[in-house]
């Protein structure tokens, strides 16, 4: 509790010192790809169900908005964060029946359906001109917040959707949904002979998982002010939410957002400072291959692993000293006690 | 009416690539049960070879055919061995999947770092000839390139079939514990399937080069057509994909002579959709454990 | 348990420790730089900023953006300046990213507190950047972003350095064709449209021209970018028989429809494609030298041409660059005007701030190689662009009277020759 309550305390005095645009900039984007990883974490790394379509859902939440604000003239400016609930109860009703359809079935076709999905909503974007533009774009209302606080609103935003996932996936860890997440992602079939509602849970982690992204999509729409299909639905989206879950470590409570920190701001320095290489694709590829390779449970359940590990051995060094000739003492390693878990 | 069969005529003749493209996929999947993202940037690199060879040497991309066939086969088995043999076997299903689009993604950006951005398409001379047939114009680089699908395909046929390695292929597919306990070397036949299957790559890619422009983006539509595809086929059947190949790809034709190019794209979504829906299978796919 | 917490508690402490580092070092940067700014700018280097896309979907085209900025730098500084100042361009890579479009002009205005910005390539990474530099006061000369959603936004600093909006790219052609004597003219017209934001938009107008003229339009047919198949949509055209065909095209789709046309065997007597036609060295060889005769299209730079300093830009850009005057992308001759205007500018006011090139650039004329420019109050140009034509396997101006080289062509042979 002591940690959660440092990290929320320091999110919400950082804009307080002062700090430069660029840099709230920066971390204006750290925290949406830190809540979209947040997440997308509940259903690839929690559930096992690689979704590759989150991006889709991003576009939504971004089209949504746009929408509902076309042509309007804000008066305080607030009002689209107001909306985003609604925009998130949009995005998880379209992803019940996405996840109902593809979740029936096992995780690589789950894969294909919603990579689909995503070109869908893509080819949607371009097509529906009415609705959407089409290929011309849609304009949201430019935010009315003055130059000098101009990031301030949606940092806070932010912040507070950040805290909210994380609580979320928190609660959901301590709870039986998560206790039945953890086991579909084991064995789903025994899972269902032992009586959880597999279906059920995988459909719900889904829509609420999408609900989440949805909402980060309308953000960013307001933030850009202008949006265009190819960039509201953009594949890479996904991939960096994935690779961020992925780096940091699947089915923890800090992994994503620890994934999203070194990330985002590394590539968004790096592309500053030494862009024009085109090596930016295969570097990033690289980055993803290794980390699956070398490190495919993510930072934090490695530092764990290892921890843990020079732990056992001091204490059958221990055990051995007091008993030589006896067995070691065995320590207890259940899967669940990876998920990240301690008090935080 | 004229529109529609000019349409279908044009589906059937390009279906014939994509089954090609598509046999390959569903064939990794059938060995490995990976589904591999990266086939489709295994095409457009295949691509830019033939287009390189064409403009360098003056290569004709079909004659260019056996050369790119061998490389990108010694490709596909060494993505196998670096990127998918050391997965564990637990965490194979979901990972695999990420792997193989990092790999597109690999491909991709080396693409780009060598030959742009801009979009190239190999210009044969006998490029824009075409036959009237009744009203009909067929269009001579298609037709090639169906006779050459097929004939690749045939190719394929005859090796999963008539072959001491196709037939380890063929066991392994159908189940794995015995094709081990038989005395096939499973390890073996992954590397050499994902090779096969990148070696499919290497014919489609001279064949999309002909008729296509293409950047190092346009891997994407192409992947998402051909996962229709192989879903439509039934994940892990040849024949399956052949056929889906070219129903898929009439209908997208059909769509687009007579509603409008804009909604031919959607066909390959819809059919998809529908697809698992109704059959989740597929036409030809085998139920295992866990649907589909 | 215990021995987990210990690590998450180190894991959080270590995450707001990093987080306050961070911020001290944002807070420290600024106050170092407050004092800079201070001080008088005289005798200092100009240092502008851009943010191109060096990698990514539109590359090639930022490279060629990167290449004019940076030429048009050093021939300034080999005239000693702007204002007695060497002018350093910061370039930063967008990788074809609005997001990143965002950050990067963030950064540049308000970490590297660079004098001046000016604009990335492509209306779509324009419109979010351009809104920043709005915000920061910042003026925004663009090469690139000419689409009609760049100027909705009524921004007063926006100003894009080509003659005319996008959209207006085939007005030229419309004009020359109605002055034509009304026996010469077409009567019938198909309309083929790329469904994209600048090439839509070029056709209609044609096309609303057009119709308000009387010809009659036979077929029009928007199609979606990812289409590769144009026999359907030609096949059509073909059946339809116009007297001419207006395609807004891009690059790719410009070629695929001609090459399918020349499979058709139909050949129109006035053939206007907005761009791909306008490539000097790709068109002819994508297809084909001979099926080239009598296209017509439209641009705003050209080999040869006289218009102010363009043979110095021509002249210096081979002997950087390499290559022949046909190889270079129009896309370094707009990014080159920029900069003139610019110099334009401090000639004509003495200084070389924001707020004294917003003020000066809405009203007058500005000499560049594009032609002289001049810009309304929403930052769209209001001049025209040229109608450039095939012949004899070269791209010339012919219309108007004022930049022609010669006559026209029409109506247009058939293929082959």
Redesign the interface.
């Given at each position: 509790m002591l940690r959660g309550g440092v990290f929320v305390a320091v999110l919400v005095t950082l804009p307080m010192l002062g700090l430069q645009h660029w840099f709230l900039n920066l971390l204006v984007f750290v925290l949406m790809y830190a809540t979209m990883s947040s997440s997308w974490n509940l259903v690839g790394g929690f559930a096992g169900y690689p979704s590759l379509g989150h991006a889709g859902f991003f576009g939504i939440g971004a089209y949504t908005l746009a929408l509902v604000f076309k042509d309007q003239v804000l008066a305080t400016g607030y009002e689209p964060f107001l909306l985003l609930p609604l925009v998130g109860l949009v995005g998880a009703l379209i992803g019940w029946p996405i996840a109902l359809i593809s979740m029936r079935t096992r995780a690589d076709v789950f894969a294909i359906v919603t990579i689909t999905f995503l070109f869908v909503v893509q080819t949607l974007a371009f097509n529906l001109h009415s609705l959407t533009g089409g290929s011309q774009g849609t304009a949201l209302p430019i935010p009315p917040f003055s130059a000098d606080h101009f990031e301030v609103p949606f940092y806070y935003v932010m912040v507070a959707m950040l805290l909210f996932t994380m609580g979320l996936t928190f609660a959901t860890m301590r709870s039986k949904l998560g206790l039945s997440l953890v086991s579909i992602r084991a064995d789903e079939d025994k899972a269902r002979g032992v009586g959880v509602r597999v279906i059920g849970v995988k459909v719900l982690a889904f829509s609420v998982s999408v609900g989440i992204t949805s909402m980060v999509g309308a953000v960013w729409a307001y933030y850009e002010s202008f949006i265009y299909p190819q960039f509201a639905v953009d594949p890479l989206i996904t991939i960096a939410m994935v690779l961020m879950t992925f780096l940091g470590g699947r089915g923890t409570l800090w992994g994503p957002v620890l994934g999203a920190v070194i990330l985002e701001s590394g590539q968004q320095y790096l592309t500053y400072e030494l862009g024009g290489v085109q090596l930016y694709l295969i570097v990033y590829a690289l980055i993803f291959l290794v980390i699956i390779l070398l490190l495919p449970r993510g930072i934090l359940p490695t530092i764990e692993d290892r921890l843990r590990l020079r732990r056992r051995r001091r204490r059958t060094d221990e055990a051995a000293a007091v008993w030589p000739e006896g067995p070691a003492i065995p320590s207890n390693t259940d899967s669940l006690s990876t998920l990240g878990g301690g008090a935080p | 009416m004229h529109?529609l069969i000019?349409?279908v005529i044009?589906g059937i003749l390009?279906g014939g690539v994509y089954a090609l493209m598509a046999s390959g996929q569903t064939l990794i999947?059938g060995i490995m049960?990976?589904?591999n993202?990266a086939q489709g940037a295994m095409v457009i690199m295949a691509a830019y070879l033939a287009y390189q060879l064409f403009t360098t040497f003056g290569v004709d991309p079909f004659l260019a055919i056996p050369i790119t066939t061998i490389l990108m086969f010694g490709l596909g088995v060494g993505v196998e061995l670096l990127?998918l043999r050391?997965?564990?076997r637990e965490?194979k299903?979901?990972?695999?999947?990420?792997?193989t689009?990092?790999?597109a993604?690999?491909i991709?950006?080396?693409l780009?770092?060598t030959w742009?951005?801009?979009?190239r398409?190999i210009?044969a001379g006998y490029?824009?000839?075409?036959w009237t047939v009744g009203s009909y114009?067929i269009?001579l680089v298609r037709l090639w390139a169906f006779v050459l699908s097929l004939v690749a395909l045939g190719l394929l046929f005859w090796l999963l079939n008539r072959t001491r390695f196709g037939r380890a292929v063929r066991a392994t597919v159908q189940n794995p514990e015995s094709a081990r306990l038989l005395g096939v070397d499973a390890q073996w036949v992954s590397a050499l399937g994902f090779g096969l299957g990148a070696a499919t790559a290497a014919a489609a890619g001279s064949v999309y080069g002909l008729?296509?422009?293409f950047t190092p983006?346009s891997h994407?539509?192409l992947?998402?057509r051909l996962?229709?595809i192989v879903?439509l086929g039934g994940?892990g059947s040849v024949g399956g994909a052949v056929i889906a190949g070219v129903i898929v790809s009439t209908s997208s034709?059909i769509v687009?002579?007579t509603v409008?190019?804009?909604?031919s794209?959607?066909t390959f979504?819809v059919v998809?959709?529908l697809v698992?829906?109704i059959r989740?299978r597929g036409l030809f796919g085998s139920v295992t454990?866990?649907?589909? | 348990m215990h021995q987990s917490n210990r690590l998450w508690r180190k894991g959080g402490v270590a995450l707001a420790v990093a987080a306050m580092a961070l911020s001290l070092g944002a807070c420290a940067s600024s106050s170092n730089n407050a004092g800079a700014s201070a001080t008088p700018s005289a005798g200092k280097p100009l240092v502008i900023g851009a943010s191109v896309s060096l990698t990514g979907d539109f590359a090639d085209a930022g490279k060629a953006v990167k290449r004019g900025y940076e030429l048009w730098a050093n021939e300034v500084n080999a005239k000693g300046g702007v204002l007695g100042r060497k002018v350093t361009m910061r370039i930063v890579d967008d990788t074809s990213s609005p997001t990143q479009v965002v950050s990067n002009y963030q950064n540049l205005i308000n970490r590297d507190k660079v004098d001046l910005v000016v604009g990335p390539f492509s209306s779509l990474l324009t419109v979010p950047a351009s809104q920043v530099a709005k915000r920061y006061g910042y003026s925004f000369l663009e090469p690139a972003g000419g689409g009609p959603k760049v100027f909705a936004q009524k921004l007063d600093n926006l100003f894009f350095v080509q003659p005319a909006p996008v959209v207006k790219q085939g007005d030229v052609f419309a004009d020359w064709i109605l002055s034509l004597p009304a026996d010469q003219r077409p009567k019938t017209a198909a309309y083929t449209e790329l469904d994209d934001p600048f090439a839509q938009p070029i056709a209609e107008n044609v096309r609303a021209r057009f119709e308000a003229a009387g010809i009659k339009t036979v077929y029009q047919q928007v199609y979606p970018a990812e289409t590769q198949d144009f026999s359907a949509i030609m096949a059509k055209v073909v059946a339809a028989k116009p007297d001419v065909l207006v395609g807004g095209t891009q690059v790719e789709d410009a070629y695929a429809q001609v090459k399918t046309l020349v499979q058709l065997k139909f050949s129109p007597k006035f053939l206007f494609l907005s761009n791909g036609a306008n490539s000097p060295l790709e068109f002819p060889t994508k297809v084909g030298t001979q099926n080239t005769q009598g296209i017509m299209s439209s641009g705003d730079w050209f080999p040869g041409s006289t218009a102010t300093g363009s043979a110095d830009f021509e002249a210096a850009y081979i002997k950087a660059y390499g290559g022949t005057a046909d190889t270079i992308d129009n896309s370094s001759a707009e990014a080159y005007a920029v900069g003139q205007v610019l110099e334009a500018v401090a000639k004509k006011t003495g200084k070389i701030d924001n707020a004294t090139i917003i003020a000066s650039l809405h009203q007058g004329s500005w000499p560049t190689l594009l032609g002289d420019l001049s810009w309304g109050p929403d930052g769209a140009p209001s001049g025209s662009f040229n109608l450039i034509q095939w012949q004899g396997g070269k791209l010339v101006p012919v219309y108007p009277a004022g930049v022609s080289k010669t006559t026209p062509i029409f109506p247009k042979p058939n293929w082959g020759g």
């Open positions: - | 529109a000019q349409g044009l390009t999947f049960k990976v589904v993202l990127f050391p997965l564990r965490d299903s979901e990972l695999s999947l990420l792997v689009f990092a790999v993604l690999l991709e950006g080396a780009s770092l742009g951005t801009t979009y398409s210009n490029a824009n000839s075409s114009q269009t008729l296509y422009p983006g994407y539509d992947i998402s996962l229709s879903v994940l034709a687009a002579a409008s190019p804009a909604w794209e959607m979504f998809l959709i698992l829906l989740p454990r866990g649907a589909i | -």
